[in-house]
């Protein structure tokens, strides 16, 4: 033991004040506890562990600044100390900060080894930052301290497994189960480490061995988890040795949830049969097993669903007939999506189409359609009107699915008025006005929808994001207010406080297609911020699960999180918040124009006038009871039972929410590094796995203009393999020559040569840029979408802008196969580039859309909507005397 | 017949009206009757005390009718005027409609404070269809109000009326 140094001795006096401060800090008695520090103070105003305690304790009180002060002269003034250490980790871990924290704490343990807190600490910290070297050591130095405790058996086992040693992790079981005395009967917790250590062998690949030990605890009721034991058992079974044995053991866990696919693939893979790879040898005999299932479990429908799907299209008709008859009858609104993925297969699409066809014509007359299998016996002539009902809305979905709208709305319509009051046929007539370019439309037929069942919210939320698309941002809050929490401060405030990735992403897009940039990226920006309150939450459960034992759950809880940055959302929101970086970053005069032209005087007054009404409410609910949050997303419940379950004792550190200073995201349209901004929002992404081609021409945009070359190339490779032809990326490949052939130096050797290496596998051809374009435009002419990109690309190059021009109508030709999305892109391409042809390209796109709005002036509209946007010309308004 | 009876109870519910599913009403109103309801008429038929009498119909769970009515008290007599009863034409003549006011009267002859002693309507005087329905269910005609239509022609309307049994032994 080292001696302790002059400066943090204290006379005896101030050391037992000093013990005391620490108790009263441990019992939260933090008035008495600066008290205390403070009398200690008075007599060594140097002494850095006073110091460090009564800045925790100031940060608890909510005196974050100058708690942090007082810790950081505290760590000066005693560099080897651990309190200090401690002190300033447990502040660093407060503030999420996990890297320096943990940079604390290892300081601290070199002061005090065996210290069990900040032992634990450091593990869960290792555990966050995903660093499993040094947390098996920790994991073993605490069991060395502290064999006797279970759990840190346990913990040890799953540092090995996380750093992928499965025979220690093995072996620290195998050693903690022999150890074990008088574990009571039935006991969950002994289960699921058992179920664990099941896990451990399979994973390792000693199937008996897993096996066996499964088996014996599952007899001695060791493992009461019985539906855990069957699967185990059947995966494991399979996996040894296909055959009778896996086979029984799939059919009982199909006997016992006939309804779960998985274990129907399950069944056939012990059959050496891939459900969903088959091969047309496969094919009879599976079928005719299906049907055997199928028999024996008449009420499940996933047998004959996987019939479908298995059956050549030989003995497809009857089958999906029946199948087709039996859901229409019963009114099954998911039919269409439940059949979706066979179409598939087009003479399967065709099948559908013609006998779907032949029940509309036959129940418009008001029959049954004559070759009603015997199992559907159970229709009797008064079903013909729901029946008609719902196949007029089977086929409507069915030809909207297959591109042609009109017919589906003339159907909807003739549905409509058969029965006016199913609200899935106003959402449906919705998503086909969607799909045609008429967003007031399909908002108003959603919204329809919606005040036939104002107590659905399903309705509630598609007519509020129905009305963004629209860009009626107002109007969707009201909607959006119907179901939110009354005393939030707005219907947004309480739907970001809830999570909604939905309501974020939508009114964050609804805002960039209106050029409100600065909305836009703060929608963006708060998408971010829930992503990492979800990588934060599982803090918790580092502690709390090996607590409570639930290992199984909480490794997947870990896989998950490992995977969490690749949501869709996210991407989505990364990806346009770095598009519009980007193009703040190519023209710097964007910002202020936004800024200049956003907001009119009407408009600045009306956001006056909800700035106060918002400081009104905030200021009602700080008179009121503090702030509380009585409803919570389930995560966030879950991660609060965990948090309050932790007899953590460093709750209180955690940041406050604090006022927003920027509630406009006009500091983020304005910040000087748009560039580090977006890459800061795409890094997390950069290590995952993404077939998301967008992102990584993302990647690319923003590497590039940073000088990162090499970061951008390895971004056009991994484009390159999702797509080797896209039109995005074939403009960013000549993009990238040209800017890389301009360079006064070429970066220096081995990452210049990598540049070269990555760039030769690229290029198909040694040609000039030039050619290399054309020809691309040649080999894609059909392909608007590759039109465009083969345009970008000429501009790129310098081309004239008659020429790019030229190129850009070629999408209008009759050969080209143009969608709506596309023609959109073009348009705004020539608005981007300010060119004379604009209005041309719109008045044509106008016409071969005859039935979208998006290509009409805003005077157009307003014609067409006179009556306001909700109560466009084909809707009746609805007026009582 | 016993056996259409025992399909029918399984296939049509009945359902309260709420705020919520006013807007179901709305629209039903509007493509069954020739007469736009005020807004006094939306809020008459969510009052609690009608709540056994104003039901939205539902046919295998699609809302296909509605029956609404209101409670009028005058000397010591309580009677039920009924205001719109409708069912959407695709699913009329299967005997929802009969089955339907049949749930209504026994829910007037089983109502208590008030008793219910009787059932009233009007039918416009061109619908014969709407009258033999009425008068297959116990009402018998009462008389004729001219000009009751103010919008619509003809202008006249039958006042059919039934009692209503076990109403009276209070």
């Not at chain 1, 939905?502 to 960039?512: I, K």
Request: glycine share 6%.
């Amino acid at each position: 033991m080292t001696p302790t140094p002059a400066k943090r001795a204290l006379p005896s006096k101030e050391s037992t004040l000093f013990r005391e401060l620490l108790n009263l800090y441990e019992t939260r008695q933090l008035k008495k506890g600066q008290k205390t520090a403070d009398q200690i103070l008075k007599k060594f105003p140097e002494h850095g562990e006073t110091l460090c305690m009564k800045g925790l304790i100031l940060t608890h009180m909510g005196k974050r600044e100058e708690g942090l002060e007082l810790v950081k002269k505290g760590v000066r003034l005693d560099l080897t100390s651990h309190i200090v250490w401690h002190v300033f980790g447990l502040i660093q871990k407060g503030e999420k900060n996990y890297e320096e924290a943990l940079k604390s704490y290892t300081q601290a343990l070199r002061f005090d080894k065996d210290n069990l807190n900040i032992l634990r600490d450091a593990a869960h910290l290792q555990t966050q930052l995903r660093l499993h070297d040094g947390l098996v050591d920790t994991r073993f130095l605490l069991l060395k301290l502290r064999p006797n405790l279970r759990q840190n058996w346990i913990g040890l086992a799953l540092a090995y497994h996380l750093n992928g040693n499965l025979t220690e992790a093995n072996k620290v079981l195998e050693q903690y189960e022999r150890s074990l005395k008088n574990v009571p009967d039935y006991d969950p917790e002994q289960s699921d480490l058992l179920l664990y250590h099941v896990r451990v062998l399979e994973e390792r690949g000693d199937l008996p061995e897993a096996l066996t030990l499964l088996d014996t605890n599952a007899k001695s009721r060791a493992i009461v988890d019985r539906v855990a034991v069957m699967e185990t058992r059947a995966r494991i079974l399979s996996k040894q040795e296909p055959g009778t044995d896996a086979e029984q053991a799939w059919r009982a866990l199909i006997e016992r949830n006939p309804d779960n696919t998985s274990y129907y693939y399950g069944f056939f893979s012990s059959k050496n049969t891939d459900l969903g790879a088959l091969t047309d040898a496969d094919r009879p005999n599976t079928l005719h097993l299906l049907r055997e299932l199928s028999l024996q479990n008449p009420r499940t429908l996933t047998p004959k669903r996987l019939e479908l799907t298995v059956a050549p299209v030989g003995d497809f008709k009857p089958l999906v007939n029946m199948y087709l008859l039996q859901g229409l009858n019963k009114g099954i609104p998911s039919l269409f999506v439940d059949l979706k993925p066979l179409y598939h297969d087009n003479q399967k699409l065709a099948v559908v189409e013609e006998l779907v066809e032949g029940y509309r014509q036959v129940l418009e007359e008001g029959r049954l359609p004559d070759e009603f299998p015997d199992a559907v016996a159970a229709i009797s002539d008064s079903d013909v009107p729901t029946m008609y009902l719902w196949t007029l809305y089977f086929l409507a979905q069915h030809f909207s699915h297959t591109n042609r709208h009109s017919r589906a709305l003339s159907l909807l319509s003739t549905a409509i008025s058969h029965t006016p009051t199913l609200p899935e046929l106003h959402t449906l007539r919705g998503r086909v006005l969607k799909r045609l370019g008429d967003p007031y439309g399909a908002s108003a037929a959603v919204n329809e929808a919606r005040l036939l069942d104002g107590q659905d919210r399903f309705l509630n939320t598609k007519s509020a994001k129905y009305k963004l698309r629209a860009g009626l941002v107002e109007e969707a809050s009201d909607i959006f207010g119907l179901f939110t929490k009354k005393d939030a401060v707005s219907p947004g405030a309480d739907l970001e406080e809830m999570q909604s990735l939905l309501y974020l992403t939508e009114e964050g897009d609804a805002h960039r297609r209106q050029g409100k940039l600065h909305h836009a990226l703060k929608k963006y920006h708060a998408v971010r911020k829930v992503f990492e309150e979800f990588e934060d939450d599982q803090f918790d459960f580092h502690g709390y699960s090996l607590r409570k034992f639930t290992i199984n759950i909480y490794l997947n809880l870990l896989s998950w999180e490992d995977q969490l940055w690749s949501h869709p959302a996210y991407i989505h929101s990364a990806v346009s918040a770095s598009q519009i970086y980007v193009r703040l970053f190519d023209s710097p005069s964007l910002a202020n124009d936004v800024l200049s032209t956003g907001l009119s005087a009407e408009e600045e007054k009306k956001a006056k006038k909800k700035a106060r009404k918002a400081q009104q409410k905030q200021e009602e609910l700080k008179k009121g009871k503090p702030f509380t949050v009585n409803r919570r997303s389930p995560l966030k419940h879950a991660v609060a039972a965990a948090a309050a379950a932790a007899s953590n004792e460093d709750k209180g550190l955690e940041l406050t929410p604090t006022k927003d200073e920027d509630p406009d995201g006009i500091k983020l349209l304005t910040s000087p590094e748009p560039l580090e901004r977006a890459w800061k929002l795409l890094s997390p992404l950069l290590r995952l796995p993404i077939n998301n081609i967008d992102l990584w021409i993302s990647i690319y945009d923003v590497a590039v203009r940073r000088g990162k070359y090499l970061q951008a190339v390895r971004a056009l490779s991994h484009a390159k393999a999702l797509d080797a032809d896209h039109p995005e990326l074939h403009v960013r490949y000549l993009h990238f020559q040209k800017l890389y052939g301009s360079l006064p130096l070429p970066p220096p050797a081995p990452v210049g040569t990598v540049i070269s290496n990555a760039m030769a596998t690229l290029a198909t051809d040694e040609m000039s840029s030039e050619a290399y374009n054309v020809q691309y435009l040649q080999r894609h002419s059909g392909n608007a979408g590759a039109v465009l990109g083969a345009a970008k690309a000429l501009q790129i190059l310098g081309g004239p802008r008659d020429e790019v021009e030229g190129i850009l109508f070629g999408v209008l030709n009759p050969g080209v196969d143009l969608p709506l999305k596309t023609a959109l892109d073009v348009w705004s391409f020539l608005k981007d580039t300010s060119s004379p042809r604009v209005n041309e390209f719109r008045l044509a796109c106008d016409e071969k859309f005859n039935l979208s709005t998006v290509f009409k002036t805003p005077d157009e509209l307003a014609v067409m909507y006179s009556q306001g946007p909700d109560t466009p010309i084909n809707t009746r308004a609805e007026i009582d005397d | 017949m016993t056996s259409t009876k025992k399909s029918l109870s399984s296939k049509v519910t009945f359902a309260s009206l709420t705020p919520n599913n006013l807007g179901t009403v709305r629209k039903l109103n509007t493509v069954l009757f020739p007469i736009k309801y005020s807004e006094q008429f939306y809020s008459e038929i969510l009052l609690p005390e009608v709540e056994d009498f104003c039901k939205l119909i539902y046919y295998n769970d699609i809302p296909v009718g509605t029956i609404c009515c209101r409670l009028e008290s005058k000397d010591n007599a309580n009677n039920l005027y009924l205001l719109t009863m409708g069912i959407l034409a695709p699913y009329r003549s299967l005997g929802i409609g009969s089955y339907s006011i049949d749930v209504i009267l026994q829910a007037a002859a089983t109502h208590s404070k008030p008793n219910i002693d009787c059932i009233y309507l009007h039918v416009q005087v061109s619908n014969d269809g709407a009258k033999h329905f009425y008068e297959r269910h116990g009402f018998k005609e009462k008389g004729i109000e001219e000009a009751y239509y103010k919008k619509i022609k003809p202008s006249g309307a039958w006042i059919l009326e039934r009692q209503i049994e076990g109403s009276n032994d209070g």
